[in-house]
């Protein structure tokens, strides 16, 4: 069975500074999809990036960019220029190929991130 | 476009009970899915709904079940209830689960049990 795992519980950042969250993957598949979630405090979960495991070129939206490393299952974010707002629960997830197993998807346990003025 | 949206948002109820939890889709997305978080266990994975059809299913027990209806809203219900029920219960549609497919969550409903 997939299984994620987050091993930073909490993480804290100055603001403006940049912060890496981590992220590694079990799976046997070689086709997946990789994503991290924003879940600030109102609890309304939000995508913050996407992954295919097929592209080699690491993802990138506007401050957010991820390190995919595929062979060593590791997804981490990196947050830059950090802003007051990007204080939530960052999620990591891994979705399997929906076109065998559906739309399942599968959690790590979240890393809290706290952004100091 | 309206978000997704759940119905009730907290809802508490006593051991042995049942519950039904709602969840509207964004229009014209078909794909729904159930999860339950908790301190503990994190998001886990509770099935998935496209087209009035359980499409996949979680390792949850058969007291957990759900259904489609053909305006792609979706029921979850949880028949007696146990205290480990208590949970946020989201919810997340997409538009059709093809890969490049993004899930939108709702906001959630919380169960209390007691």
């Known amino acids: 069975a997939q299984t994620v795992t987050q091993s930073q519980p909490e993480m804290s950042v100055q603001e403006a500074e940049t912060v890496t969250l981590s992220c590694t993957y079990d799976t046997s598949e070689s086709d997946y999809y990789l994503f991290w979630y924003k879940q600030p405090p109102s609890r309304q979960m939000i995508l913050v990036i996407r992954?295919?495991?097929?592209?080699?070129q690491n993802a990138t939206e506007n401050r957010f960019s991820v390190n995919f490393q595929k062979a060593a299952k590791s997804f981490s974010l990196k947050i830059s220029d950090s802003q007051l707002g990007d204080a939530a629960m960052y999620f990591c997830a891994y979705r399997t190929d929906p076109r065998y197993t559906g739309n399942q998807f599968y959690f790590g346990t979240g890393t809290s991130l706290t952004v100091i003025p | 476009k309206a978000g997704v949206t759940q119905t009730p948002r907290y809802l508490i109820k006593t051991r042995g009970q049942q519950v039904t939890l709602s969840c509207s889709p964004i229009?014209?997305?078909?794909?729904v899915s159930w999860y339950q978080q908790t301190p503990g266990q994190g998001l886990q994975f509770l099935f998935e709904?496209?087209?009035?059809?359980?499409?996949n299913k979680g390792n949850f027990p058969g007291r957990f079940s759900g259904r489609q209806f053909s305006n792609s809203r979706s029921e979850m219900n949880v028949s007696t209830l146990e205290l480990g029920d208590s949970a946020l219960y989201l919810c997340?549609?997409?538009?059709?689960?093809?890969?490049?497919?993004?899930?939108?969550f709702g906001p959630g409903t919380r169960l209390t049990v007691l």
């Open positions: 229009s014209g997305h078909r794909s």
């Open positions: 992954q295919e495991a097929y592209k080699q």
């Open positions: 997340a549609s997409s538009s059709s689960g093809t890969p490049t497919d993004t899930q939108y």
């Open positions: 709904y496209f087209s009035e059809t359980q499409r």
